[in-house]
């Protein structure tokens, strides 16, 4: 007979089998957005649902701040990330990476379908890109002269490898004249002879603002082109069909400057050719290691402690929580007591007995109250308290007495 399992136990081997399983590991969920959350710390916590099934979520601070999507609820999207399980409650959940809205309309359909029809044509293939010249003399940039974009890139360049030239060939970026002059220019820098690579570029936008670039006839002429292509439209998450059918598709403008620039401070000849023979020594070796190498990554990334510290961070949210439901519970107990208390303290106070109708009695000479019929005598002077002022008495008499058929004392 096998010895019982811990609840720990079999909740960390259920999560070795969910995030051993590679095809979850890289999953894309449709749904509607429930019970979002969004923590102090930045991470974001909600519940993909559809008619028959949900599914909790996290997506970490890191990956928050990159969205330029935010999700409201209800809003239905796609969330890209893996399935991982959260130990201290046993539960299974998607650690997001990014979340788009489903539903972005025609244009979006569009420009699924034409991505569809070229990757089918081959366009996006991989073996028919070029690497990119490595000490480019004149880097031909198609962009709007106005654009911000451009002086980001001739910043970069100036910075990186002064001794290449950039020529601009102009052109708009949005708008329905955009993809013709888009084509128009590239075909300017193609039949320049020193041009050696060329960066289209544009900064970020909606998708009706970057269309330009998801025209089929520009996508064509990229591929067409002469010369090497980067594309640097738009934000890190913003794709076009310019993207795929580029030689090389950076995040931004600026990165796609890095990528066609070397780095001056880096290229010391004697350092390259070192790196040189080095690297064609060891390639033997490389490449017998690379397995080894990949298999190692492999397990490391399952023993890796950033998924307890991911969980750290999770428990910690939850604790927080906690911790505020607490202090909220014990400021209403607070609250309440003192209403008690100032009901009591309202209750004792003389000025409410005197506005029931009763009097305080006291010496007229030194205020001494008087709180019995022998500390007061006969041709004593008093004051009376009222609700509304004092009144001056003297004692005639301390015997009961009937005066006009009334009680005096």
């Not at 070795?16 to 590991?25: C, T």
Request: glycine residues 8%; charged residues 25%.
């Amino acid at each position: 007979m096998t010895s019982a399992w811990t609840v720990a136990e079999i909740t960390a081997r259920i999560r070795l089998l969910l995030e051993g399983d590679a095809e979850l590991q890289d999953v894309d969920v449709s749904g509607e957005i429930s019970n979002l959350t969004r923590a102090r710390s930045g991470h974001w916590y909600f519940t993909l649902k559809d008619a028959s099934a949900s599914l909790r979520c996290v997506m970490w601070r890191s990956a928050a701040a990159r969205q330029r999507f935010l999700p409201q609820e209800g809003d239905a999207v796609q969330a890209l990330g893996h399935i991982g399980v959260y130990e201290p409650r046993g539960e299974y959940q998607l650690y997001a990476t990014a979340l788009r809205p489903l539903g972005v309309g025609d244009l979006y359909a569009r420009f699924e379908a034409l991505k569809a029809a070229l990757e089918a044509e081959g366009l996006f293939d991989p073996d028919r890109k070029r690497a990119l010249p490595a000490f480019p003399r004149v880097i031909g940039v198609v962009t709007s002269p106005q654009a911000a974009a451009f002086q980001d890139v001739c910043n970069v360049l100036r910075r990186r490898f002064p001794l290449a030239q950039v020529w601009l060939s102009p052109a708009a970026v949005q708008g329905l004249e955009a993809p013709a002059q888009l084509r128009a220019a590239l075909a300017r820098l193609n039949a320049e002879e020193e041009v050696d690579v060329i960066l289209l570029i544009r900064g970020g936008g909606s998708i009706e603002d970057l269309w330009a670039f998801n025209d089929e006839a520009l996508a064509r002429a990229i591929v067409a082109s002469r010369l090497p292509l980067v594309s640097g439209v738009g934000h890190e998450t913003d794709f076009t069909i310019a993207d795929f059918v580029a030689d090389l598709r950076a995040p931004t403008p600026s990165a796609a400057a890095e990528l066609v620039a070397p780095d001056l401070a880096e290229l010391d000849q004697t350092i390259g050719l070192a790196r040189a023979r080095l690297t064609e020594l060891q390639r033997g070796r490389l490449a017998q290691l690379q397995g080894c190498l990949d298999s190692g990554r492999r397990n490391l990334a399952l023993l890796s402690p950033q998924r307890e510290l991911a969980t750290q961070r999770q428990r910690l949210d939850d604790q927080e929580l906690r911790l505020q439901r607490a202090w909220a519970g014990a400021q209403g107990r607070l609250a309440a007591r003192l209403a008690q208390a100032r009901a009591a303290l309202g209750a004792a106070d003389p000025r409410a007995i005197l506005q029931r109708g009763y009097a305080i009695l006291t010496q007229a000479g030194d205020g001494k109250r008087v709180t019995g019929v022998k500390e007061a005598q006969v041709g004593d002077a008093l004051l009376a308290q009222l609700r509304d002022g004092d009144l001056p008495l003297r004692v005639e008499d301390r015997d009961k007495h009937e005066r006009y058929g009334r009680t005096l004392f």
